[in-house]
């Protein structure tokens, strides 16, 4: 049996019951209903403040953690909220640590928005300008706008509505396709 695409899944908050963490725990459902193995990042808080002079051998461990994780996957989805009309600091950091190393050089990467409508462009525009710097692949078709209300999520921390879990599997086949099918 051929195996799944690994799609990394990152998270730019730090709070287990953020809507972005949802947005993810609910791709992570959703995933193998597409052909897609997803895998949830959890070391955000774990890394070291970046330092040029600290991005060589050897590496601190949970720096080679995040980029052996980057390495081994097909893909990456991001989910992010903004902070102050930008990253929030400690993804920007996660971020940052990506650039010395050639692991998302020409990754297919995508990000869903899940701020209110109207909110989180300085986010995306940073995080566009960001992954620009570390070579990552965009792929348009699988960065998508899907606002989620704190309603919608269960109390596993998951997102049942039909159309947000539809929605997310449109954007997974979208990234582990490389962007040759996007989202309806």
């Known amino acids: ?36 193995r997803a895998v949830r990042y959890d070391g955000l808080a774990r890394l070291p403040h970046f330092n040029p002079d600290d991005d060589t051998d050897p590496l601190p461990a949970s720096v080679t953690e995040l980029r052996t994780a980057i390495e081994q996957a097909a893909g990456i989805l991001i989910c992010t909220p903004e902070y102050a009309g930008t990253l929030p600091g ?22 869903i928005n ?34 989620v209300d704190r309603a919608m999520i269960d109390a596993d921390g998951v997102i049942e509505d039909p159309e947000v879990r539809r929605r997310l599997g449109e954007v997974l086949g979208a990234l582990a396709s490389g962007g040759a099918a996007g989202p309806a």
């Open 1 to 36: 049996m051929p195996t799944l695409p690994l799609v990394l899944l990152l998270s730019g908050s730090l709070r287990a019951a953020s809507t972005n963490e949802a947005v993810l725990r609910t791709a992570q459902a959703v995933a193998p209903s597409v052909g897609v």
């Open 114 to 147: 899940a701020a209110a409508p109207g909110r989180g462009q300085g986010a995306e525009a940073t995080l566009r300008t960001v992954l620009g710097y570390t070579g990552a692949a965009i792929v348009e078709p699988a960065c998508a706008k899907l606002p």
């Open 90 to 111: 400690s993804f920007k950091n996660l971020l940052d640590w990506t650039v010395g190393g050639t692991e998302i050089s020409d990754k297919p990467t995508a990000w």
